[in-house]
Protein backbone atom coordinates (compact mmCIF):
# COMPACT_ATOMS: atom_id res chain seq x y z
CA UNK A 1 0.00 0.00 0.00
CA UNK A 2 0.99 3.71 -0.82
CA UNK A 3 1.58 5.31 2.57
CA UNK A 4 0.70 9.17 2.18
CA UNK A 5 2.80 12.05 3.27
CA UNK A 6 0.90 14.56 5.59
CA UNK A 7 2.30 18.76 5.59
CA UNK A 8 0.90 20.67 8.16
CA UNK A 9 1.92 24.16 7.67
CA UNK A 10 -0.75 26.45 9.30
CA UNK A 11 -1.60 26.05 13.31
CA UNK A 12 -3.61 23.01 13.76
CA UNK A 13 -4.17 20.51 16.88
CA UNK A 14 -3.34 16.72 15.97
CA UNK A 15 -4.72 14.01 18.54
CA UNK A 16 -5.44 10.42 17.87
CA UNK A 17 -9.44 8.49 18.16
CA UNK A 18 -10.03 4.87 17.14
CA UNK A 19 -6.27 4.34 15.88
CA UNK A 20 -7.33 7.82 13.45
CA UNK A 21 -5.25 10.60 13.40
CA UNK A 22 -7.95 14.11 14.48
CA UNK A 23 -6.53 17.19 12.61
CA UNK A 24 -8.48 20.23 14.25
CA UNK A 25 -7.84 24.05 13.48
CA UNK A 26 -7.74 26.19 16.24
CA UNK A 27 -9.42 29.42 15.37
CA UNK A 28 -11.96 26.90 15.42
CA UNK A 29 -11.49 25.56 18.08
CA UNK A 30 -11.78 28.48 20.14
CA UNK A 31 -14.91 29.91 18.52
CA UNK A 32 -17.16 29.42 21.20
CA UNK A 33 -20.06 31.45 18.82
CA UNK A 34 -19.66 28.19 16.44
CA UNK A 35 -22.03 25.47 17.13
CA UNK A 36 -20.10 22.36 18.19
CA UNK A 37 -22.17 20.49 15.02
CA UNK A 38 -20.13 22.70 12.62
CA UNK A 39 -17.10 22.02 14.88
CA UNK A 40 -17.18 18.11 14.57
CA UNK A 41 -17.98 18.85 10.73
CA UNK A 42 -14.75 20.56 11.02
CA UNK A 43 -12.62 17.99 12.13
CA UNK A 44 -10.79 15.79 9.62
CA UNK A 45 -9.53 12.08 9.96
CA UNK A 46 -7.06 10.05 8.63
CA UNK A 47 -6.37 6.44 9.61
CA UNK A 48 -3.06 6.07 11.04
CA UNK A 49 -1.99 2.67 8.97
CA UNK A 50 -2.75 5.18 5.97
CA UNK A 51 0.82 7.91 6.81
CA UNK A 52 4.15 7.25 5.91
CA UNK A 53 5.62 10.77 6.44
CA UNK A 54 4.41 13.66 8.34
CA UNK A 55 5.89 17.29 7.84
CA UNK A 56 5.07 19.93 10.81
CA UNK A 57 6.25 23.14 9.54
CA UNK A 58 3.94 25.82 12.07
CA UNK A 59 5.33 26.83 15.47
CA UNK A 60 1.19 26.64 16.31
CA UNK A 61 0.90 22.94 15.65
CA UNK A 62 0.14 21.32 18.71
CA UNK A 63 0.56 17.41 18.88
CA UNK A 64 -0.12 15.05 21.36
CA UNK A 65 2.08 12.12 22.91
CA UNK A 66 -0.54 9.62 21.43
CA UNK A 67 -0.26 10.42 18.30
CA UNK A 68 3.63 10.18 18.50
CA UNK A 69 3.43 6.71 19.68
CA UNK A 70 1.21 5.65 16.76
CA UNK A 71 3.13 7.13 14.22
CA UNK A 72 6.23 5.47 15.25
CA UNK A 73 4.22 2.24 16.52
CA UNK A 74 3.29 2.75 12.56
CA UNK A 75 7.01 3.38 11.30
CA UNK A 76 6.35 6.84 10.51
CA UNK A 77 8.34 9.06 9.77
CA UNK A 78 8.00 12.52 11.67
CA UNK A 79 9.67 15.64 10.09
CA UNK A 80 10.16 19.29 11.98
CA UNK A 81 10.95 22.14 9.91
CA UNK A 82 12.46 25.23 11.29
CA UNK A 83 11.51 29.03 10.95
CA UNK A 84 12.21 29.04 7.53
CA UNK A 85 10.37 26.09 6.28
CA UNK A 86 13.71 23.76 6.20
CA UNK A 87 13.34 20.08 7.99
CA UNK A 88 15.94 20.44 10.60
CA UNK A 89 14.30 17.20 12.71
CA UNK A 90 13.61 13.91 12.22
CA UNK A 91 11.68 11.30 14.86
CA UNK A 92 11.82 7.26 14.03
CA UNK A 93 10.84 4.62 15.81
CA UNK A 94 12.83 2.79 17.88
CA UNK A 95 12.27 -0.89 16.84
CA UNK A 96 11.10 -1.29 13.43
CA UNK A 97 11.35 -4.83 12.79
CA UNK A 98 10.77 -8.16 15.41
CA UNK A 99 14.07 -9.52 14.19
CA UNK A 100 16.17 -6.62 15.46
CA UNK A 101 19.00 -7.26 17.97
CA UNK A 102 20.01 -10.48 14.71
CA UNK A 103 19.43 -8.15 12.36
CA UNK A 104 21.95 -5.30 14.30
CA UNK A 105 24.25 -8.61 14.67
CA UNK A 106 24.71 -9.13 10.83
CA UNK A 107 24.99 -5.48 10.04
CA UNK A 108 27.94 -4.49 13.15
CA UNK A 109 29.74 -7.93 12.00
CA UNK A 110 29.28 -6.91 7.86
CA UNK A 111 33.00 -6.83 7.16
CA UNK A 112 35.52 -3.74 5.36
CA UNK A 113 35.58 -5.20 2.24
CA UNK A 114 31.84 -5.74 1.89
CA UNK A 115 31.43 -2.19 2.81
CA UNK A 116 33.83 -1.27 0.16
CA UNK A 117 31.93 -3.47 -2.84
CA UNK A 118 28.63 -1.79 -1.31
CA UNK A 119 29.56 1.47 -2.03
CA UNK A 120 31.38 0.49 -5.16
CA UNK A 121 27.87 -0.72 -6.47
CA UNK A 122 26.07 2.73 -4.87
CA UNK A 123 28.03 5.04 -6.49
CA UNK A 124 28.20 3.37 -9.94
CA UNK A 125 23.88 2.96 -10.04
CA UNK A 126 24.16 6.88 -8.93
CA UNK A 127 26.41 7.79 -11.87
CA UNK A 128 24.36 5.79 -14.23
CA UNK A 129 21.47 7.51 -12.57
CA UNK A 130 22.96 11.24 -13.08
CA UNK A 131 23.87 10.37 -16.51
CA UNK A 132 19.91 9.65 -17.47
CA UNK A 133 19.21 12.50 -15.78
CA UNK A 134 21.53 14.57 -17.75
CA UNK A 135 19.86 12.95 -21.11
CA UNK A 136 16.70 13.38 -20.23
CA UNK A 137 17.63 17.16 -18.99
CA UNK A 138 19.62 18.30 -21.77
CA UNK A 139 18.81 15.81 -24.88
CA UNK A 140 22.77 14.90 -25.01
CA UNK A 141 24.67 12.21 -24.10
CA UNK A 142 27.74 12.23 -21.88
CA UNK A 143 30.22 9.61 -22.62
CA UNK A 144 32.23 10.78 -20.06
CA UNK A 145 29.40 9.73 -17.34
CA UNK A 146 29.44 6.21 -18.43
CA UNK A 147 32.95 5.96 -18.63
CA UNK A 148 33.10 7.46 -15.09
CA UNK A 149 30.75 4.79 -13.78
CA UNK A 150 32.51 2.09 -15.08
CA UNK A 151 35.79 3.43 -13.65
CA UNK A 152 34.03 3.03 -10.06
CA UNK A 153 36.71 0.85 -8.13
CA UNK A 154 35.90 -1.21 -4.38
CA UNK A 155 35.08 2.01 -1.83
CA UNK A 156 35.56 4.34 -4.72
CA UNK A 157 39.12 4.60 -4.38
CA UNK A 158 39.60 7.35 -7.00
CA UNK A 159 36.64 9.19 -6.13
CA UNK A 160 34.77 9.11 -9.46
CA UNK A 161 31.81 10.21 -7.02
CA UNK A 162 33.01 13.66 -7.04
CA UNK A 163 34.46 13.58 -10.83
CA UNK A 164 30.76 12.89 -12.32
CA UNK A 165 29.40 15.22 -9.47
CA UNK A 166 31.45 18.22 -10.88
CA UNK A 167 30.69 18.00 -14.31
CA UNK A 168 26.87 17.00 -13.41
CA UNK A 169 25.97 19.85 -11.35
CA UNK A 170 27.80 22.21 -14.05
CA UNK A 171 25.70 20.55 -17.29
CA UNK A 172 22.47 20.25 -15.64
CA UNK A 173 21.55 23.69 -14.02
CA UNK A 174 22.64 26.75 -16.40
CA UNK A 175 22.32 28.96 -14.25
CA UNK A 176 25.06 31.93 -13.53
CA UNK A 177 26.70 30.98 -10.51
CA UNK A 178 25.24 28.10 -9.30
CA UNK A 179 27.47 26.03 -7.79
CA UNK A 180 25.71 22.97 -5.69
CA UNK A 181 26.18 23.53 -1.89
CA UNK A 182 24.02 23.96 1.27
CA UNK A 183 24.08 27.36 1.47
CA UNK A 184 24.22 28.26 -2.22
CA UNK A 185 21.83 30.19 -4.39
CA UNK A 186 18.61 28.44 -5.72
CA UNK A 187 17.74 26.41 -6.21
CA UNK A 188 19.99 24.99 -3.52
CA UNK A 189 17.27 25.72 -1.48
CA UNK A 190 14.86 23.15 -3.60
CA UNK A 191 17.63 20.41 -3.47
CA UNK A 192 18.33 20.64 0.25
CA UNK A 193 14.33 20.16 1.16
CA UNK A 194 13.77 17.48 -1.56
CA UNK A 195 16.76 15.77 -0.02
CA UNK A 196 15.84 16.14 3.66
CA UNK A 197 12.22 14.44 2.41
CA UNK A 198 14.28 11.65 0.46
CA UNK A 199 16.89 10.98 3.70
CA UNK A 200 13.69 10.38 5.92
CA UNK A 201 11.94 8.23 3.87
CA UNK A 202 14.93 6.19 3.60
CA UNK A 203 15.92 6.34 7.42
CA UNK A 204 12.36 4.89 7.71
CA UNK A 205 12.67 2.40 5.25
CA UNK A 206 15.90 1.10 6.96
CA UNK A 207 14.25 1.58 10.21
CA UNK A 208 11.75 -1.05 8.82
CA UNK A 209 14.76 -2.88 7.81
CA UNK A 210 15.40 -3.45 11.43
CA UNK A 211 19.00 -1.63 10.69
CA UNK A 212 21.02 1.19 12.38
CA UNK A 213 20.24 4.46 10.56
CA UNK A 214 23.48 5.12 12.13
CA UNK A 215 26.25 2.92 11.04
CA UNK A 216 27.30 3.80 7.13
CA UNK A 217 28.86 1.91 5.06
CA UNK A 218 31.17 4.71 3.94
CA UNK A 219 29.87 7.75 5.59
CA UNK A 220 31.15 7.98 9.27
CA UNK A 221 30.72 11.20 11.14
CA UNK A 222 30.39 11.09 14.83
CA UNK A 223 27.62 13.88 14.83
CA UNK A 224 25.85 12.02 11.75
CA UNK A 225 23.01 10.07 12.75
CA UNK A 226 21.61 8.87 9.57
CA UNK A 227 24.85 7.78 8.03
CA UNK A 228 23.56 4.51 6.71
CA UNK A 229 20.78 6.80 4.98
CA UNK A 230 23.18 8.93 3.54
CA UNK A 231 24.96 6.19 1.62
CA UNK A 232 21.42 4.76 0.42
CA UNK A 233 19.84 7.58 -1.07
CA UNK A 234 22.55 8.36 -3.44
CA UNK A 235 21.27 6.30 -5.86
CA UNK A 236 17.83 8.20 -5.22
CA UNK A 237 19.12 11.48 -5.43
CA UNK A 238 19.02 11.88 -9.51
CA UNK A 239 14.99 11.07 -9.33
CA UNK A 240 15.04 14.29 -6.52
CA UNK A 241 16.72 16.81 -9.19
CA UNK A 242 15.03 15.64 -12.12
CA UNK A 243 11.91 17.16 -10.31
CA UNK A 244 13.99 20.03 -9.23
CA UNK A 245 14.94 20.96 -12.85
CA UNK A 246 11.41 20.36 -14.10
CA UNK A 247 10.71 23.09 -11.06
CA UNK A 248 12.56 25.38 -12.03
CA UNK A 249 11.97 25.24 -16.33
CA UNK A 250 8.21 25.33 -15.68
CA UNK A 251 8.18 29.74 -14.96
CA UNK A 252 7.49 29.05 -11.35
CA UNK A 253 9.34 31.31 -9.11
CA UNK A 254 11.89 29.77 -7.24
CA UNK A 255 13.73 32.06 -4.89
CA UNK A 256 11.94 31.13 -1.63
CA UNK A 257 10.24 27.72 -1.23
CA UNK A 258 6.80 28.46 -1.87
CA UNK A 259 3.84 26.33 -0.95
CA UNK A 260 3.06 24.89 -4.58
CA UNK A 261 6.56 24.25 -4.68
CA UNK A 262 6.34 22.36 -1.55
CA UNK A 263 3.35 20.31 -2.35
CA UNK A 264 5.78 19.46 -5.69
CA UNK A 265 8.64 18.41 -3.50
CA UNK A 266 6.61 16.32 -0.66
CA UNK A 267 5.64 14.24 -3.71
CA UNK A 268 8.78 12.45 -3.67
CA UNK A 269 7.62 9.77 -1.82
CA UNK A 270 5.30 8.67 -4.59
CA UNK A 271 7.43 9.58 -7.30
CA UNK A 272 7.73 6.44 -10.10
CA UNK A 273 10.77 4.89 -10.06
CA UNK A 274 12.37 1.51 -12.23
CA UNK A 275 13.88 -1.17 -9.72
CA UNK A 276 13.66 -4.84 -10.62
CA UNK A 277 12.08 -4.47 -13.83
CA UNK A 278 9.18 -2.96 -12.39
CA UNK A 279 7.32 -0.04 -12.05
CA UNK A 280 7.05 1.43 -8.15
CA UNK A 281 6.43 4.42 -6.03
CA UNK A 282 10.13 5.95 -4.63
CA UNK A 283 8.97 4.91 -0.40
CA UNK A 284 8.08 1.15 -2.10
CA UNK A 285 11.18 1.30 -3.76
CA UNK A 286 13.20 2.33 -0.67
CA UNK A 287 11.84 -0.44 1.13
CA UNK A 288 13.18 -2.74 -1.31
CA UNK A 289 16.11 -1.52 -0.96
CA UNK A 290 16.96 -1.64 2.32
CA UNK A 291 15.55 -5.14 2.56
CA UNK A 292 18.37 -5.78 0.08
CA UNK A 293 20.90 -4.06 1.75
CA UNK A 294 19.68 -6.22 4.94
CA UNK A 295 20.31 -9.64 2.88
CA UNK A 296 23.79 -8.39 1.44
CA UNK A 297 24.87 -8.21 5.53
CA UNK A 298 23.70 -11.63 6.21
CA UNK A 299 25.24 -13.26 3.06
CA UNK A 300 21.91 -13.71 1.26
CA UNK A 301 22.77 -11.19 -1.75
CA UNK A 302 25.98 -9.96 -2.61
CA UNK A 303 24.16 -6.37 -4.12
CA UNK A 304 21.90 -4.01 -3.40
CA UNK A 305 18.44 -3.41 -5.57
CA UNK A 306 18.69 0.15 -6.58
CA UNK A 307 16.78 1.83 -9.10
CA UNK A 308 17.52 2.53 -12.52
CA UNK A 309 16.37 5.44 -14.44
Request: aromatic share 8%.
Amino acid sequence: MIKKTLYFGNPAYLSLRDAQLVIKLPEVVKNDTLPERFKQKAEVTKPIEDIGVVVLDNKQITVTSGVLEALLENNCAVITCDSKSMPVGLLLPLYGNTTQNERFRHQLDASVPLMKQLWQQTIKVKIENQARVLEKCTGEVFKCMKVWSSEVRSGDSENMEARAAAFYWKNLFLIEGFTRGRDGIPPNNLLNYGYAILRAVVARGLVSSGLLPTLGIHHHNRYNAYCLADDIMEPYRPYVDELVYDIVNSGLEYEVLSKEIKAKLLTIPTLEVNISGKRSPLMIAVGQTTASLYKCFNGELRKIIYPEM
